[in-house]
């Protein structure tokens, strides 16, 4: 028996993620008249959404026109930023891509 072997193990800091972990994606050309119920009905075909935030213009209320998606897997956050077809939100093409935190 031999007593005298290291093993290394890695453990992550919280909070730490590999870049393939990462499941957010960035929204831009957004309608200022679009929500989060919009969003939804468009991207959830590719999965689980876990947030959606759309920044507002502090003056009006407005969206800005750009808002960021979690899903809830990564996968599903490939597969948006993969898909070829247009996707129309209240009349606007939207542009999607990767996010990193």
Excluded: H
């Amino acid at each position: 028996m031999c007593l005298n072997k290291k093993i290394l193990v890695q453990i992550p800091l919280l909070g730490e993620k590999d870049e393939s972990d990462y499941a957010k994606i960035f929204i831009a050309n957004l309608s200022w008249y679009a929500d989060e119920g919009d969003i939804e009905n468009e991207l959830s075909r590719f999965g689980e959404i876990a947030e959606i935030l759309i920044p507002k213009n502090r003056s009006t209320g407005k969206s800005r026109g750009f808002a960021f998606v979690e899903f809830e897997k990564n996968e599903s956050a490939k597969k948006a930023v993969k898909y070829n077809e247009p996707i129309l939100i209240k009349g606007r093409k939207i542009y999607i891509q990767n996010l990193r935190e």
